[in-house]
C-alpha cells in the first residue's frame, strides 16, 4: 500500500493557461475524492467517482473544471482559463467500498498559485 | 445541509497538560463523524471516527473523542500533550448515511494546535 499520490506537488501558471492535476488512488479503492483548501479553511467538497463513474460535483465546480476517472483508477482534474481565485491547494482522497462511514486517505495535495 | 463549527482557530497548550480541541456539527440525521490532522506540506490523516455504537471512540496517538447528540458535539481531547501533536486538526462530519450517493464529507474551519514547552 504506497497510499494516495498526486502529481504534481506544486504548480506555478499564469492567469489564463489550463492545468491539469493526477491523483493516483490507493489501488483497488473504487471511490476517488477531489477537495479544494484555501489558507485558513478545511478541505471543501468538489465532486467524486465511484469506479469511472462521477457521482456528484459541488456548485463549486464551475464550468471551468473538469475531472475524469477513465478507467476507475488514477483521476485528472483540469482547471481552464485559470483565474487567481483558483490559487489553493487541490486534494484527492480514497476509499474502499460504499457507505458514508467509510475513511478516506488522503494525497498530499497539489499546490495550485495562480499569478 | 450538514455543517461542522469548530470553535477556536488556534489552541494552545504547554506539553504535558490537557488538550482540547472542540467540534459541533449540525445535521438532519445522527452523523458519521471524524477527526484528522494535517501536518505541514502533508496530507489529512485520519486521527478517529465515530459511526455507530460507543459513544467514546479512541483514536492514535493517545486521542479520543466523544459524541454527544443532545449537545450536537464531538468534541477531541488528550490528557497530555507532545510536541509532536503541534499540528492543524479537522473535525468532519459525513454526508447523509443510507444513500448510495453518500460519502462526501464536510469539513470544518480547523484548528491549529501550539505545544509550549
Request: include cysteine; aromatic fraction near 12%; charge should be positive.
Amino acid at each position: 500500500d504506497t497510499g494516495v499520490s498526486q502529481d504534481p506537488r506544486h504548480k506555478i501558471t499564469k492567469r489564463g493557461q489550463n492545468v491539469t492535476f493526477r491523483c493516483d488512488p490507493i489501488s483497488e479503492h473504487n471511490r476517488l475524492y477531489w477537495y479544494r483548501q484555501t489558507l485558513g479553511q478545511g478541505p471543501e467538497f468538489l465532486t467524486y467517482f465511484q469506479n469511472e463513474a462521477q457521482l456528484e460535483k459541488s456548485r463549486l465546480l464551475s464550468d471551468r473544471f473538469s475531472a475524469e476517472r477513465p478507467k476507475g483508477s488514477f483521476s485528472t482534474l483540469e482547471i481552464q482559463r485559470t483565474e487567481q481565485g483558483d490559487s489553493a491547494m487541490y486534494l484527492c482522497a480514497s476509499s474502499s467500498g460504499q457507505g458514508a462511514y467509510r475513511e478516506q486517505y488522503f494525497g498530499p495535495g497539489t499546490r495550485l498559485t495562480v499569478t | 445541509a450538514q455543517s461542522v463549527t469548530q470553535l477556536g482557530s488556534h489552541v494552545s497548550v504547554s506539553e504535558g497538560a490537557l488538550v482540547l480541541l472542540r467540534c459541533n456539527y449540525s445535521s438532519s440525521v445522527p452523523p458519521y463523524l471524524f477527526w484528522y490532522v494535517q501536518y505541514p506540506n502533508q496530507g489529512l490523516q485520519l486521527l478517529l471516527k465515530y459511526t455507530t455504537g460507543a459513544t467514546l471512540v479512541k483514536g492514535i496517538n493517545g486521542f479520543e473523542a466523544e459524541f454527544k447528540k443532545s449537545e450536537t458535539s464531538f468534541h477531541l481531547t488528550k490528557p497530555s500533550a507532545h510536541m509532536s501533536d503541534a499540528a492543524e486538526y479537522f473535525c468532519a462530519v459525513s454526508d447523509l448515511r443510507g444513500s448510495t450517493n453518500a460519502g462526501k464529507s464536510t469539513f470544518g474551519d480547523g484548528t491549529t494546535l501550539t505545544v509550549k514547552p
